[in-house]
């Protein structure tokens, strides 16, 4: 795909208008971004809020950060901590990071040059991918894909190559991923656990990444934003913790995931430090730094293990009382065993395209979800839908009073 061309058209003056009239400009954009329309979540978020429907749709709680987090922030404002942080991030956020992550994983990453803080995990991943990939480039993503990857991978010329995640239980071939592999492969995007449909990767599926990018220039780009929303007893498994991988590998996570302030949007990456040094090239144009009192209350705040460590169980309980409200409904629950997302079919229900279901199903029961389909990009449509538990117990209830009369 060609990188964006965009052409500034002077319109005609109109002869008979006085010389001094401002000039107008006509703006023509060319793929890709003339083919990049509002997000699912911006469009069901909107109906939700002019249905007055329970909005299950967004990944973002309705409930709050404990005031802790917010008594750290006020504090490090208090303490005059209001200018501009270094570029990479406060040395106190980048050292508690690094702290966290050999306590998970078992590897130290080094705080000053393999650590960066960003703007959220989207401007990470974005960043990421305008760090490596090129015009002609190709990248592999794992459908159903979040959709932020591939904007990104075209807006900066670089085409998504696709493999699909085998359903109903969304788990990948690499049979297929491997051929797909090209010499024009430059990226590999993972995503476990996943959004949209909560599985996720196996030792042995670290294992077969590891041996297909083996002697390539393949960089992996390992979007674990979920990492603590890990249920049934399963292991955080991390490609940080795999030696091959992790060689390779810019890993990213998401404090708005963790500590319930997906409005703060801060999030961090870290990897290898030949490719945090390429990240920051351009981390340092396209956001420079974070919000520095938002950064110490944070490092404050997590040096509780215990405030991460115990998320699983905190939206296990979640999953399982939604599970519960929907056990007399008559969608079928596909496995969760990660994220804040319960993914359902409806095929006892009707036989609308997703899409028309999730608008029905926020018009006419007053619950708001989001259609998979949205999740393809040539709209493969099993017939499932995406709700957020991420919510508290009184909205959980309400919908599944609703969902269950469907």
Partial sequence: MNSLVLKVVPL??????????????????????????????????????????????????????????????????????????????????????????????????????????????????FTAIAAFVRSGDEVIVFEPVY???????????????????????????????????????RMIIINSPHNPTGSLLADDDLSALAELTRDTDIVVLSDEVYEHIIFDGERRRSVASHPELAARSLIVSSFGKTYHITGWKIGYVFGAPELISE?????????????????????????????????????????DYFRAQ????????????????????????????????????TRERGVAVIPVSAFYQNG????VVRFCFAKQETTLAAAGEQLRRV
């Fill in 12 to 125: 005609k003056p109109d002869m008979n208008s006085s010389s001094n009239q401002t000039h107008k400009f006509k703006f023509i954009s060319r793929p890709p971004l003339n083919t990049m329309g509002l997000t699912i979540f911006t469009v069901m978020s909107k109906l939700a809020a002019d249905c007055g429907a329970i909005n299950l749709s967004q990944g973002f709680p309705d409930f709050q950060a404990e005031p802790a987090l917010f008594e750290s922030t006020l504090r490090a404002m208090q303490a005059g901590h209001n200018q501009y942080p270094p570029m990479a991030g406060t040395p106190e956020l980048r050292l508690a990071i690094a702290d966290k992550v050999e306590t998970l994983y078992g590897v130290r990453y080094d705080a000053e040059h393999e650590i960066t803080v960003t703007a959220g995990a989207t401007q990470a991943i």
């Fill in 147 to 185: 959709d932020s990857y591939v904007p990104a991978i075209e807006t900066v010329g670089g085409q998504a190559v696709y493999a699909q995640l085998n359903f109903p239980g969304y788990k990948p071939d690499w049979n297929r991923v491997q051929a797909l592999i090209t010499p024009r492969t």
């Fill in 279 to 319: 990240f920051r090239k351009v981390h340092q144009f396209n956001v420079f730094t974070v919000n520095t009192p938002c950064q110490l209350g944070i490092a404050d705040y997590m040096s509780v293990a215990s405030r991460h460590l115990g998320l699983a169980e905190f939206y296990q309980k979640k999953r």
């Fill in 326 to 361: 929907l056990h007399a409904s008559r969608f079928e629950l596909l496995p969760c065993r990660g994220t804040y997302f319960q993914v359902a079919r409806y095929d006892a229900i009707s036989d609308l395209p997703d899409r028309e279901f999730a608008k029905w199903l």
């Fill in 380 to 383: 493969r449509d099993d017939h």
